[in-house]
Structure formats: structure tokens, C-alpha cells
């Protein structure tokens, strides 16, 4: 990965509609070049997807979790992705360290509504028990790069 691919990822991760011609302004090449090396970037798995930041206000998805996962036994991540990915809720799930094997983020309407699919998280295998904590305020939410 050199300078120019680097740009390129800034361009995307910024804003994942851009042009092939914006993406090449940004990296200093012309957009059929652009287009190359970003189909180059996605082949080679550096760039896994494209997405949309939406705001769950839009959603009338208010409530939001951050949910500790304990397991039964010793499961592989990808156990605990089959166990959680048929549940719509859970927006991020991922291994953590700690007492916790995992950890979600997980957006709801309302508290009924979280409570359901905690439940529903709580119902799959190799799931224990789970720990909640619910978000009152939102201070700070930036783009990541993954």
C-alpha cells in the first residue's frame, strides 16, 4: 500500500458515493486510473465494502446498547457471528478481553424493543448471560476505518 492507495481509502472512507474523478483528484490520478486501483484495493480485500452512516434518529431507532456477551464452553468468533447475525439489533459485535467474550452495539426503538432482542441474544448458543449498559447521550461519533 502506497500514498496514492492510502488516498484513495481517505476519499472513500469520507464519503463512499465519490466519483471515480473526485477519487482521482484526491490521489492525483485521472479517474480511469482511479477506478483501477480502487477495483485493484477491493480485490485484494485492503477496501471490504462500502456503506452508509445512518443516523439512527432518522431510523426512529432511539435506544441504544452496548451489551457484554458471557459464553457457556470456548466458541470461535465465528460461532459467536452465526449466533448473531440473523439479529438486526446488533449493529457491531466483536471479540473482546476481559471477563466478556464479546461485546455489541446494539440500536433499538425503544426499551420494550431492546429488551426483545437482548432476549433473543440471550436465547442463542453458546450465549450465558449478557450485562447492559444503555447510551443516555452521544458526546462523540467519528468515522472509523476498518
Not at 2 to 17: G, H, P, Q
Not at 30 to 54: E, Q
Not at 58 to 73: F, I, K, N, R
Amino acid at each position: 500500500m502506497d500514498s496514492i492507495d492510502e488516498a484513495i481509502i481517505r476519499c472513500v472512507v469520507r464519503n463512499a458515493r465519490a466519483t471515480y474523478s473526485e477519487i482521482g483528484r484526491e490521489a492525483g490520478l485521472s479517474a480511469s486510473a482511479a477506478k483501477r486501483r480502487l477495483d485493484r484495493l477491493v480485490k485484494s480485500g485492503a477496501i471490504r465494502g462500502f456503506t452508509a452512516l445512518v443516523d439512527p434518529q432518522s431510523l426512529a431507532w432511539h435506544t441504544e446498547a452496548y451489551v457484554e456477551v458471557y459464553c457457556t464452553g470456548n466458541p470461535t468468533p465465528a460461532d459467536l457471528l452465526t449466533a448473531l447475525e440473523d439479529i438486526p439489533e446488533v449493529v457491531e459485535a466483536c471479540t473482546v478481553s476481559g471477563a466478556a467474550d464479546a461485546l455489541l452495539y446494539m440500536l433499538a426503538k425503544d426499551i420494550p424493543h431492546l429488551e426483545q432482542a437482548i432476549q433473543r441474544v440471550r436465547a442463542t448458543k453458546p450465549i450465558d448471560r449478557t450485562e447492559s449498559t444503555i447510551v443516555l447521550s452521544r458526546l462523540l461519533n467519528r468515522p472509523r476505518l476498518h
